[in-house]
């Protein structure tokens, strides 16, 4: 997800820009990945704070993709639908798959 994320940041390279505003552009477009970068971190130290914060990305990017895709560009239903599928859910899966974890931890250390 973070190279995906990261992807976005390669629209900064335009032709007629210095080489330090094509670079400061690009630091700037990768903002999200650092914020991913930090919420992963944050996922990785405490698994189940990690696992809320990724089902509620997940969930923000539910609606404001669908909005953005479905209000704003007039894109058919379904068509918004299918792009919400492939942003928002890889965040759902992996905030379930930390809690799963956490539960998996919790469970262990009990027995």
């Known amino acids: ?6 992807m976005f940041a ?20 990768l903002i999200p990945s650092y914020i991913f970068i930090l919420f992963l971190a944050v996922a ?12 509620i990305l997940g969930l923000l990017f ?9 209000e704003r560009n007039h894109f058919p239903f379904w068509k918004s639908l299918l792009i919400v599928l492939n ?6 899966l992996v905030g379930v798959l930390f809690l799963v974890s956490y ?7 009990v027995s």
């Open 10 to 29: 390669l629209d900064s390279f335009e032709p007629g820009l210095t080489i330090w505003q094509q670079i400061s552009h690009f630091l700037v477009h």
């Open 103 to 109: 539960h998996q931890k919790k469970k262990h250390m």
């Open 87 to 92: 942003v928002a859910v890889p965040f759902l």
């Open 62 to 70: 539910c609606v404001l993709v669908f909005r953005i895709n479905y």
């Open 1 to 6: 997800m973070l190279i995906l994320i990261s």
């Open 44 to 55: 990785w130290k405490w698994e189940k704070a990690g696992g809320i914060i990724f089902l």
